[in-house]
């Protein structure tokens, strides 16, 4: 194993059946063998920066009904919201004083917010802030949309693909949901010049060593500048309440095999890795990552956007939130910087 990994750090990259046999058969050894690469190579782009995004949730509406999902439109449970302008400005205004140069739009796919009110709300952050970057996290849309919120002024764009196999694909999401408009929708991204985060959930129902080894082949011939992953965890509410949630481990230990293949892309320590272990955030940079996201959302809604079950930092205000992933990196001997924090990549 220890040759694979040795391997993958040399020529970044391995094949199918490599991936596999790495991810199905590796021992704690092996995997802290992986980390310490990973760590050596993301030294080699970023040293022990960590940068910020503040992550606004501006909206948990949500037309889709993917089964994994907290916030899919049958879940009769969930009390709706959506952030005003004024609100998402405040946000930010408050964000920018506390060191954040980076805004994550974040929602459900809501109808609500047209392409006309998505370009008004980029445009005026960044006429606001022209040293911030914006991100988008709204879902799959046209062309066109994508086109005009980068006209307005978006910078960067996260869509998980989810799965780089459509047979699982398939598992995850009802039949009018389509992989080949997802990954169109990556493609379509990157060609209007956005910076692009494509990612996936470990551990997600129906997952196999085989699809995972997928995911890592899709993000190296894709390239984006960032891989977005994080453990899958239930939700009472979905149709896969009972089942089981993926692990820290194998979510670390993705997170080094993703550094290794792709060295100079921006990858969160997740909430998601936070919420399955109290000190998943640490351990995600540990194992190669160099991004973390403090929700910015106003306190009175945080509870309201629950993807999964027992998301941490619900209750803090944004400063909060700051503070306490600032100590804990400084815990771990990095440091929390302000800058946009735009991707190495060539
Ligand atoms: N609606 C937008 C963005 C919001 S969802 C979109 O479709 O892109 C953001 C991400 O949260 C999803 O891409 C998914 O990977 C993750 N997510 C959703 N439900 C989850 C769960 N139960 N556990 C872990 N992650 C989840």
Do not use: W
Not at 175 to 184: A, G, P, Q, T, V
Not at 304 to 320: F, Q, R
Request: some cysteine; aromatic content about 10%; proline content about 4%.
């Amino acid at each position: 194993m220890k040759d694979l990994i040795d391997k993958l750090f040399r020529e970044k990259q391995l094949s199918r059946d490599e991936y596999i046999s790495l991810i199905k058969d590796h021992s704690e050894s092996d995997a802290e063998y992986l980390f310490s690469l990973a760590v050596k190579r993301r030294m080699e782009y970023y040293g022990k920066d960590v940068y910020v995004r503040g992550l606004i949730e501006f909206t948990n509406y949500c037309k889709n009904d993917c089964y994994y999902c907290g916030i899919r439109r049958s879940n009769r449970s969930v009390e709706r919201y959506r952030l005003t302008k004024d609100d998402i400005m405040s946000c930010c205004e408050q964000g920018y004083e506390l060191g954040f140069r980076t805004f994550v739009l974040q929602g459900g796919e809501d109808p609500y917010y047209t392409d006309y009110k998505i370009c008004d709300l980029v445009s005026s952050i960044k006429n606001k802030y022209p040293d911030c970057a914006v991100t988008l996290s709204i879902g799959e849309k046209e062309h066109e949309s994508y086109k005009a919120y980068f006209d307005a002024g978006a910078d960067r764009y996260l869509l998980r693909h989810e799965t780089a196999d459509s047979g699982h694909y398939a598992r995850l999401h009802p039949s009018e949901m389509f992989f080949d408009h997802r990954i169109k929708c990556l493609y379509d991204l990157k060609e209007i010049g956005y910076q692009v985060g494509c990612g996936f959930m470990v551990g997600s129902p129906y997952q196999t060593a085989e699809n995972l080894a997928d995911d890592l082949l899709f993000i190296k011939e894709l390239q984006p500048q960032m891989v977005g992953i994080g453990p899958f965890i239930s939700q009472h509410d979905t149709p896969f309440a009972q089942m089981n949630s993926g692990t820290m481990e194998q979510t670390l230990f993705m997170l080094g095999l993703i550094r290794l293949t792709l060295p100079p892309v921006l990858l969160p320590s997740t909430t998601a890795l936070g919420t399955i272990h109290p000190l998943g955030r640490e351990k995600g940079i540990l194992a190669g990552a160099n991004v973390v996201m403090p929700n910015l959302s106003p306190v009175s809604v945080r509870k309201k956007y629950l993807l999964y079950d027992n998301k941490i930092c619900t209750g803090d205000e944004a400063a909060e939130c700051k503070n306490c992933l600032q100590m804990r990196m400084r815990s771990i001997g990095y440091d929390v910087v302000v800058s946009r924090g735009d991707s190495k990549q060539t």
